[in-house]
């Protein structure tokens, strides 16, 4: 399928000056949130950590909570409304806050364990 697809767009996550990975949002999971996403593409800030399981991107979006999840494991991608947050989970966890879930991580996700306070992500869509 490629990222042209209805139902599953491959964006890229760069940790700046680091390196990158591949993930995709899937539609079906949450349509309306997806594609509130996807509108707002690129997205950039510094990168944040929720415990030792979760680094997220806080952003401009403003979508309410869709298809509540509590549990997610290595590699999803969700969406935490309450803070506006696309959030990369690096291993199972439950984070007692109830979130939106949105994708997956396609490639390698151990370069997530390298980041660091002030680093900056930046999502943008793959071309080529």
């Given at each position: 399928?490629?990222?042209?697809?209805?139902?599953?767009?491959?964006?890229?996550?760069?940790?700046?000056?680091?390196?990158?990975?591949?993930?995709?949002?899937?539609?079906?999971l949450s349509p309306r949130t997806v594609g509130s996403i996807l509108r707002?593409?690129?997205?950039?800030?510094?990168?944040?950590?929720?415990?030792?399981?979760?680094?997220?991107?806080?952003?401009?979006?403003?979508s309410g909570i869709e298809r509540a999840r509590k549990e997610f494991k290595?590699?999803?991608?969700?969406?935490?409304?309450?803070?506006?947050?696309?959030?990369?989970?690096?291993?199972?966890?439950?984070?007692?806050?109830?979130?939106?879930?949105?994708?997956?991580?396609?490639?390698?996700?151990?370069?997530?364990?390298?980041?660091?306070?002030?680093?900056?992500?930046?999502?943008?869509?793959?071309?080529?």
């Amino acid at each position: 399928m490629s990222s042209g697809s209805v139902s599953k767009t491959i964006l890229i996550l760069e940790i700046k000056g680091k390196s990158k990975l591949t993930f995709e949002l899937k539609r079906h999971l949450s349509p309306r949130t997806v594609g509130s996403i996807l509108r707002s593409l690129p997205l950039s800030g510094n990168a944040h950590q929720l415990g030792t399981s979760i680094l997220y991107l806080e952003t401009p979006i403003d979508s309410g909570i869709e298809r509540a999840r509590k549990e997610f494991k290595k590699g999803d991608v969700a969406f935490f409304p309450t803070a506006g947050s696309v959030c990369f989970f690096t291993k199972d966890a439950e984070p007692g806050k109830t979130m939106t879930p949105v994708g997956k991580i396609l490639s390698s996700i151990e370069i997530l364990n390298d980041v660091k306070p002030g680093d900056v992500f930046s999502i943008y869509a793959e071309t080529g």
